[in-house]
């Protein structure tokens, strides 16, 4: 079996997926049963009664946060195709325009909601905005590699009848990116209902957040259980639903990796530098405008040269620095372990998939559904299985980093080219050499695309869990500072978390382009 | 079909050459003069610079050095107003696009209006009746190249560039666009540059044949190719034919002779 016929699996893998699911329900239902005494999970079948019993209620608190997770969808992809199309147009834009992105998808959002939710009091507005926050950048990036994956010659043919760049960008750029636009928002779908989700924990009146909360405080376990299915049911619903409306348009499935363009690349150091300075400074100025042209209130709405005060300047300067960084440390411990745990996890069940190919076909359709789980939203149940401590957070964690890697992973050893992989057989290469030859250096772009995404969602996934649940961390700082109105110490650690997490995603990128550089040229080019 | 009411222009070249960014000359300095509503040939070892001539030629690429002149102005103005077509070695067609909406596309491109009767006519003429609803990805690498020459042909270009436009194309078809094509080209009176690796296709196709050598390239030959017109395959069979073809073959093998050192020596 070649490796590209392990990734073409899914297409033919109801009737596998059919059997992994029936084998996963029966688990679930012999573990719960086994641990019935313990409180912390509920069989499928309780699951199914709650659900029965309540309909009236999860339907309503359903249809509100999708309503609001809807509009979140359209507002942030609108957004994705705006910036996008000022990115093609105009090229030299494109550093600053994906470095702003960034900088706006890696602020954390246990923080931003909060805040979020003291400009706009108890309305619909921050579900919506964190449900746009969410998808944006999911959207934007697949969408720019796709406006870009066009090969040369089909613009030397627009040009060679006279016409420029507009054209390029309307007959073939905009169509060559459909399939990559469609990739984008079958992630961004099960995103904005998790958007909508956290911004609903923030204290919204209605919603599948509000119950998640409610359910989670009175240890309500088979109703925590059951918002936990059902939230993750609806994302695979609308994975699934845009995956179906892309095979109508596209006549084709949509292309599975979400390979991010690295940030600094191939491209003059000194060019990078200056990009993120010019990015910094039109964030911040972004910042300060937006809040003075709103003439939001400095106390709630800091500004920029407030945080700086905060940090610096203030007389208790150094005891909040102190705060933030211990908390910053408490995070780390469990972030660090949990994201590389992910990564490794995710890369090496890829790799074993591509020796035993058997399994391929089992487990490939259930991790590309699985992927689509807004990971987020089954916190409580991690909590409930693992306890309060760092186990559940790690583990957590991991999830969050493992589906995004394990897919990319598989797409990208799917993309060994065929002929290399006939001509080391040709050699009587056995399939190890064959996958430390061509599989892995395949797979490489790949996975340092995931693992560069995933700096912010592995973020994500801790500041929750620790925000919800384990009461430690910059997260439990975050949400603490948030209810006792300590708006300096929520804006410092907006800023500390949102610059840390670019950071940590430069890091990633460049190791990635030391490693592209040996294994994978055209991938800079 | 659509026309290019003007006179087929004439293209001067005068020391052209080409030196990419990364430091490869891909031409070197070099002067050629192509006549107006001739067909001109060029022929030459692989990775000698016919692409990127034509490249310069049709303005999609700018010289590093020297200047190319279409009908006395710079290619620029031709390419503004849409009055060459260019048949790219690989076909370059939009895979979601069907043969016919190749078509259109450039029709749409160059601004002429879009006559059903004159793209059926031309996807008839390339051999492709049957296929004008089929996507590229359907086709073989051959159907492929034709539909490229029918898209190329649609706009009525003054000034036509060819790039190896029968590279996949089987025999008997090619000699049957060999008869077709020119008769087209004459009866607008194009200006026509084709690369070609087949000598016979060019003795068969043009009025002029360049030979030109391994890079960097120097024009080895220029023969001219005083044949009739209209040119049946039975030419192929000639005395004069093969005097051609043998004159050609015998300035290749001259010019294969790289002039570069030898990698040994490097
Ligand atoms: N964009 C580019 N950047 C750098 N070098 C290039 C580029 N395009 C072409 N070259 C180089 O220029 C030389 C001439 O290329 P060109 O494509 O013109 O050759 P050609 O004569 O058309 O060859 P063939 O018959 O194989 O099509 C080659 O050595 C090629 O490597
Ligand atoms: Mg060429």
Redesign the interface.
């Given at each position: 079996m070649t490796m590209a016929a392990v990734v073409a699996a899914p297409a033919r893998g109801g009737f596998a997926t059919a059997l992994a699911l029936i084998g996963f329900l029966a688990l679930w239902e012999t573990a719960a049963r086994g641990l019935s005494g313990a409180y912390v999970l509920a069989a499928p079948s309780e699951v199914v009664v709650y659900i029965a019993n309540n309909a009236g209620l999860l339907g309503r608190a359903l249809a509100v946060t999708l309503g609001h997770a809807a509009v979140g969808f359209l507002l942030g992809n609108l957004a994705a195709l705006g910036l996008a199309a000022v990115a093609v147009v105009w090229p030299r834009s494109q550093g600053v325009v994906t470095g702003l992105a960034l900088l706006v998808f890696c602020l954390p959002l246990v923080a931003t909601g909060p805040i979020l939710r003291v400009f706009f009091g108890p309305g619909p507005w921050p579900q919506i905005l964190l449900a746009a926050l969410a998808v944006y950048y999911t959207t934007l990036i697949p969408l720019l590699v796709g406006l870009r994956a066009v090969?040369a010659?089909?613009f030397?043919?627009?040009?060679?009848?006279?016409?420029g760049r507009w054209?390029a960008l309307v007959?073939?750029r905009a169509?060559a990116a459909l399939p990559y636009l469609f990739a984008g928002l079958q992630i961004a779908a099960p995103a904005a209902f998790l958007g909508a989700m956290v911004g609903e924990f923030t204290g919204a009146e209605r919603g599948m957040g509000v119950l998640t909360i409610r359910a989670m405080r009175a240890l309500d376990v088979p109703m925590t259980w059951a918002l936990a299915s059902v939230a993750t049911a609806v994302a695979i619903a609308a994975y699934l639903a845009l995956g179906w409306v892309a095979r109508r348009v596209l006549r084709d499935d949509p292309p599975v990796i979400l390979a991010a363009p690295p940030l600094a690349g191939a491209r003059r150091p000194f060019a990078a530098v200056g990009d993120i300075a010019i990015v910094t400074g039109i964030a911040l100025v972004l910042w300060w405008g937006a809040l003075e042209w709103a003439g939001l209130s400095r106390f709630f709405a800091k500004r920029p040269a407030d945080v700086f005060e905060a940090l610096v300047l203030a007389p208790d300067a150094a005891a909040t620095r102190a705060t933030l960084f211990a908390a910053l440390a408490e995070t780390a411990v469990f972030l660090v372990p949990g994201y590389l745990a992910g990564l490794v996890a995710g890369a090496g069940l890829a790799i074993l998939l591509v020796l035993v190919p058997g399994l391929a076909g089992l487990v490939m359709p259930l991790a590309i559904a699985l992927r689509s789980v807004p990971i987020v939203t089954t916190a409580p149940l991690v909590v409930l299985l693992l306890g309060r401590g760092a186990v559940g957070t790690v583990v957590l964690v991991a999830v969050m980093v493992f589906f995004p890697t394990f897919v990319a992973c598989l797409h990208g050893l799917g993309r060994a080219p065929g002929q290399v992989m006939d001509v080391m057989r040709s050699y009587a290469a056995g399939p190890v050499a064959r996958l430390v030859r061509v599989g892995i250096p395949a797979m490489a772009p790949a996975f340092f695309a995931a693992a560069r995404m995933n700096v912010p969602a592995a973020i994500l996934a801790v500041t929750v869990v620790e925000w919800l649940a384990t009461g430690k961390g910059i997260g439990s700082l975050m949400a603490l500072s948030a209810s006792l109105s300590d708006y300096n110490m929520l804006w410092s650690a907006v800023v500390i978390v949102s610059a840390l997490s670019a950071l940590g995603y430069g890091a990633v990128g460049l190791v990635e382009a030391r490693v592209l550089r040996t294994y994978a040229p055209e991938q800079l080019a | 079909m659509a026309r290019d009411d003007r006179p087929p222009p004439g293209i001067v070249c005068t020391g052209l050459g080409k030196t990419f960014p990364d430091g490869t000359a891909a031409l070197c300095p070099i002067d050629l003069t192509f006549q107006a509503g001739h067909t001109t040939a060029l022929v030459g070892p692989s990775g000698c610079g016919k692409s990127t001539l034509l490249r310069l030629i049709s303005g999609l690429e700018t010289p590093s050095i020297g200047r190319v002149e279409i009908g006395g102005a710079p290619p620029a103005d031709t390419l503004a107003r849409a009055g060459l077509a260019v048949a790219f070695q690989d076909p370059s067609l939009l895979p979601w696009r069907t043969v016919r909406g190749n078509i259109e596309l450039a029709l749409g491109l160059a601004r002429h209006p879009v006559v059903d009767r004159d793209v059926d006519q031309l996807i008839r003429l390339v051999g492709l009746d049957g296929f004008a609803d089929v996507r590229p990805a359907a086709l073989s690498g051959g159907m492929r190249q034709r539909a490229a020459i029918a898209r190329a042909l649609a706009t009525g270009p003054g000034l036509l560039l060819l790039d190896e436009p029968f590279g996949a194309v089987d025999e008997l078809t090619r000699q049957q666009l060999a008869q077709d094509l020119p008769r087209i080209w004459e009866a607008r009176g194009t200006t026509t540059v084709l690369v070609t690796h087949s000598v016979s296709e060019a003795v068969m196709l043009s009025d002029r044949i360049i030979v030109l050598s391994a890079r960097p390239a120097e024009v080895i030959e220029d023969i001219a190719v005083d044949l009739p017109r209209p040119r049946d395959p039975d030419l192929g069979r000639s005395a004069e034919f093969d005097a051609l073809t043998d004159r050609v073959f015998a300035a290749l093998s001259r010019g294969m002779v790289t002039r570069e050192p030898p990698l040994a020596a490097q």
């Open positions: 090969p010659s089909w030397d043919l627009v040009r060679s009848y006279g016409r054209s007959h073939v169509v | -």
